[in-house]
């Protein structure tokens, strides 16, 4: 019902940055919360950033280096990611909350594709 479309990723060298997109599309009444998850090779997927509203939390890994925002009106999520080290390599992942019209209001929750961030020099 609902896609989530990553794009930003790429190679960055250690103490680079990078801004990670994600916008939602499809059937969206409203949008409850979005956040950005990563995956290692070889490691479970962790919580990185989640906003709801406009309260935001954060893993203690990235606080004070990445910064998650929202633009409500675009249905996207931003995640800025400053100071970046080797061990911020991963695919990060998209997600979504929301509720949804179809024949009444159903909740929902969607991943993207993910996009793969390398820190390497």
């Known amino acids: 019902q609902v896609q989530l479309v990553e794009s930003g990723g790429g190679l960055v060298q250690p103490g680079g940055s990078l801004r990670l997109s994600c916008a939602a599309s499809?059937?969206?009444?409203?949008?409850?919360?979005m956040g950005w998850y990563r995956q290692a090779p070889g490691k479970e997927r962790e919580l990185v950033a989640t906003?709801?509203?406009?309260?935001?939390n954060y893993a203690d890994s990235v606080k004070g280096r990445f910064t998650i925002s929202r633009d409500s009106a675009k249905n996207t999520v931003y995640l800025q990611m400053n100071s970046l080290q080797p061990e911020d390599t991963a695919v990060y992942y998209c997600?979504?909350?929301?509720?949804?019209?179809?024949?009444?209001?159903?909740?929902?929750?969607?991943w993207g594709q993910g996009t793969q961030v390398t820190v390497s020099s």
């Open positions: 906003i709801t509203s406009d309260i935001t």
């Open positions: 997600n979504a909350d929301y509720t949804y019209w179809s024949d009444r209001y159903y909740p929902g929750s969607s």
């Open positions: 499809g059937r969206i009444f409203s949008i409850n919360g």
